[in-house]
């Protein structure tokens, strides 16, 4: 295996992989060799995944998380020390999207985006630093953090304001949180996805706008869910040690 794609010794922890693309990654990282927690709140689902993953020889472990409660992320991190060892690669890929005008999204609404894209973000990227340091990050230079943001923090569009200004802000934590730990030996990266088919966007490409949506693309065609696999593999990988602070985007071309 190429050392870009190797996670052999890596204790990963990734949020959201009750489904979608988090689910995708955590089988990925945990082919590449990674030991993986799998947080989420629906650990019906995470406990399924992990499961698969035993069987197939690999360790895995569910935990109930909560990325929008201090508390509940820190828990995560406990458990997931207890039974694999500290974490010292974490993707913070949990998210939420509510589609509609700025001016008809209730508070509620507005809070849960803000609450889980941003702060959630924060929150897990701080456990895991805090995590990294003590576990002597600083001296092996392991740590890595990689935030799957969105192409939409580059853009504009109807209806996503709020999803696109929590894409936004991530970016730039992403960078400021790299440069705040650069000495601690924990890389913080950023990768920035265009539209991938799964629960988040639910069955809108089938409709007339969504179709019209992907013939708008130059290549007319929707991303695969195995489409971030790469990018985020490497940048948990060894083989990323020089790479901090950078945002990528993997999105087939859609936003040109
Ligand atoms: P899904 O809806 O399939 O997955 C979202 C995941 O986030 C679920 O596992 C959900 O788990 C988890 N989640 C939501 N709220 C919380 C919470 N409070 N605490 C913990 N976990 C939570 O969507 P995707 O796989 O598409 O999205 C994954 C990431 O990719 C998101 O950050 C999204 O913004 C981003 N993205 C997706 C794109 C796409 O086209 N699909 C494009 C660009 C970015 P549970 O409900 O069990 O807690």
């Known amino acids: 295996m190429s050392k870009t794609h190797n996670l052999d010794g890596r204790t990963c922890l990734i949020t959201g992989a009750s489904s979608g693309i988090g689910a995708h990654l955590a089988q ?3 082919k590449a060799g990674a030991r993986v927690t ?11 995944i992990a499961s698969s993953i035993r069987e197939a020889g690999g360790e895995a472990l569910a935990v109930p998380m909560d990325v929008t409660s201090e508390a509940s992320v820190a828990e995560a991190f406990e458990r997931a020390e207890q039974a694999l060892g500290p974490v010292d690669t974490v993707v913070a890929n949990a998210g ?11 508070e509620a609404d507005l809070r849960q985006v803000y609450d889980t894209n941003l702060l959630g973000v924060h929150l897990t990227a701080n456990a895991a630093a805090r995590m990294m340091m003590a576990a002597g990050s600083r001296k092996s230079g392991r740590g890595r953090i990689v935030i799957i943001g969105s192409i939409t923090a580059q853009l ?11 894409k936004a802000g991530v970016d730039h934590l992403g960078r400021q949180l790299a440069r705040e730990w650069v000495r601690q030996g924990i890389n913080v990266n950023v990768v920035q996805p265009g539209y991938i088919r799964t629960e988040l966007v639910g069955d809108w490409f089938d409709s007339e706008g969504g179709k019209a949506q992907i013939n708008s693309w130059h290549r007319r065609r929707i991303m695969g869910i195995d489409a971030l696999d790469d990018m985020v593999l490497y940048f948990c990988s060894d083989a990323a040690g020089h790479v901090t602070g950078s945002t990528i985007t993997v999105d087939d071309g859609q936003s040109l």
């Open 96 to 106: 939420v999207s509510r589609y509609g005008r700025s001016t008809d999204l209730a």
């Open 28 to 30: 990925a990282m945990a």
């Open 156 to 166: 504009t569009g109807q209806g996503d304001a709020a999803y696109a200004a929590s």
């Open 38 to 48: 799998l947080g989420a709140r629906r650990t019906e689902l995470t406990e399924q």
